[in-house]
Each structure stands twice: as structure tokens, then as C-alpha cells.
């Protein structure tokens, strides 16, 4: 779990060594985003709704601990306080988040409980038998890149197809975004095929927010060929980007949200110093 932020200037630069879901979105995104967070490291304050989503995820993970019979409302919902206080105990400046404020904390907790019951209308987890639960994985392809991710829940058929599962805490996409919500889970599809040599038959989206929803998709080797093309072509991309230093912002729709604005361009900011050494470039000699 990850620990307190400690200050900017405890924190290194770092060099990219990899691609996980989120990161590759980052840059898909926003250029400049990227660079903050993965090379800058730039701090990021927690927020109700990202903390919310975390809690909710490890009471859906810890609820399997429990035989198909006990896994139900009640046990889940009993098991969101016992998460909240292992979660203050991992993270203690999550406290800021209610100073004092226990009204405020109670009813986000009870906007959690929602999500929690929700997700029993979506799915039965009685019938549900994951093999594994918040699995790491790691992949490096042909080229080099290295892949790495969380998957939420990893189920078994009795017949031996797989289906990846992730959990989503937000409102299902409209149509022209679901193929972006997709690609993690195509992404971990192409990990766990060139990892295990099983293309997994579904992947599933599980949308808790709104009035839930669950979409799904059975790719195919050729889906995943297209996905390892597109992230090698995307860690090119990267790699020109440290080399030259050269992350320009992009004006989106999630900038409303963005915690960096101070050191955007596109608001008036300034990024800080480049941390990384540039590539040297040797101009060619003038003929005569």
C-alpha cells in the first residue's frame, strides 16, 4: 500500500523503466501530466472520491477471504470500517481528508456502503470463484518494454477460460469513451497472454456509480497484437519525450481535476527544471 508523500525535493527524479495502464493513459492524455508524475514525482494530495475507490476495492477483495455462503450485504458492509482504519493506519494523512469533520466522514462512508450494495445487484458473488485478487503483473515484450499492472479479480471457469474483472467506482463511459475504459483491460489481457500464453476469453468492467453497469469484451489475438503495437509505438513516443525533455500540456477534459496546474503552461504555471540529462545533439559539419 502506498505510504505518505514525503516533500518534492525528497523525491528523486526517476527515469521510466515501464508501462502500466494508468501511466500509458497519462501520456495519451496529457504529455506534461506524465512527466510530473512519473519523472518529477510530484506529489498529489488524496482525494475523497480516489480514496473512496480504494476503500471499496479492498472491501470487494476481502470479501472473498470469506466461503460463497457468508459473502453477503451484511458481511461486506461490515467490513468497511475494518478497511477504513487499516487504510488510516497504511496512509495517516488520509485523516486530513475529514479534520474533525465527523458528519462529513460518516455520510462518505455511507456513500461507499452504496457502491458496496450496488455491485450485489451486478454480480453474485456466491457463484464467483477468483483465483486470485489484486494480482501483480509483469511482462517484458520481445523489444524489451516492460509491462505491469494490478488486476482486480482473475476468474476460472471450470472449463479453464479466464476472465479479468476490474472494478470502476465512477459512471460507465458513453459510448465514444468505452473503447479508452477498455484499453486497461486489453492491456492486461496482452500481460497475462505473453506472460502465461492464455488469451483470457473475457474482460469486464464492473461500473458502480450511476445505476451501475457491467460491459464486457472477448478479445482476440489479433485485438492483442494491435494493443502491443500501439504501446510499443507509445513507449517510442516516451523515450523521445526523456530524451529531448519535450512533454507539452494538452488541454482535456480532465484538467478540471488535475492537482498540477500550478506548473502548467496551459494555466499560467511553470513546469520546474527539467530533471533529467538531455540527449546531446552533434550538429553535422557545413560542407563547403
Given amino acids: 500500500m502506498q505510504q505518505t508523500d514525503p516533500s518534492p525535493a525528497a523525491r528523486p527524479a ?6 502500466s495502464p494508468s501511466r500509458a493513459g497519462d501520456f495519451m492524455t496529457c504529455p506534461l501530466l506524465y512527466r510530473l508524475r512519473v519523472i518529477d514525482r510530484l506529489p498529489e494530495p488524496p482525494s475523497p472520491a480516489a480514496t473512496r475507490g480504494t476503500l471499496v476495492h479492498a472491501v470487494l477483495e476481502r470479501l472473498f477471504d470469506h466461503p460463497p455462503s457468508e459473502r453477503t450485504p451484511e458481511r ?7 478497511q477504513w482504519e487499516r487504510l488510516l493506519g497504511e496512509r495517516p494523512e488520509l485523516a486530513e481528508l475529514f479534520p474533525g469533520e465527523p458528519e462529513q466522514l460518516a455520510g462518505w462512508l455511507g456513500d461507499a456502503e452504496k457502491l458496496v450494495e450496488k ?13 486470485e485478487r489484486e494480482l501483480y503483473v ?3 515484450l520481445a523489444s524489451g518494454l516492460l509491462l505491469r499492472g494490478y488486476i482486480d479479480r482473475v476468474d476460472l471457469a471450470p472449463s479453464g477460460e479466464v476472465r479479468l474483472v476490474d472494478y470502476k467506482t465512477g ?4 459510448r465514444d469513451f468505452e473503447g479508452k475504459a477498455m484499453f486497461q483491460m486489453k492491456f492486461y489481457a496482452l500481460v497475462v497472454w505473453r506472460w502465461k500464453g492464455v488469451v483470457p476469453k473475457r474482460l469486464q468492467l464492473v461500473y458502480l456509480g450511476g445505476g451501475g453497469d457491467v460491459v464486457t469484451y472477448d478479445p482476440d ?3 492483442l497484437l494491435s494493443v502491443e503495437r500501439k504501446l510499443e509505438a507509445l513507449w517510442e513516443a516516451i523515450s523521445a519525450a526523456v530524451a529531448t525533455g519535450d512533454f507539452p500540456a494538452t488541454r482535456n477534459r480532465l484538467c478540471d481535476w488535475c492537482d498540477h ?28
Avoid: I, M, Q
Avoid at 14 to 19: H, I, N, V
Avoid at 119 to 131: A, G, S
Avoid at 267 to 285: C, E, H, K, M
Fill in 76 to 82: 461486506a458492509r461490515g467490513l468497511l470500517a475494518p
Fill in 138 to 140: 509483469e511482462t517484458a
Fill in 119 to 131: 455491485w450485489f445487484r451486478l454480480e453474485d458473488p456466491t457463484r464467483l470463484h477468483p483465483v
Fill in 261 to 288: 496546474k500550478s506548473s502548467c503552461p496551459e494555466f499560467g504555471g511553470t513546469p520546474p527544471p527539467y530533471p533529467l540529462p538531455l540527449a546531446t545533439v552533434t550538429n553535422p559539419r557545413k560542407e563547403s
Fill in 171 to 174: 459512471r460507465a463511459p458513453s
Fill in 221 to 223: 489475438e489479433a485485438d
Fill in 14 to 19: 526517476a527515469r521510466p523503466t515501464g508501462l
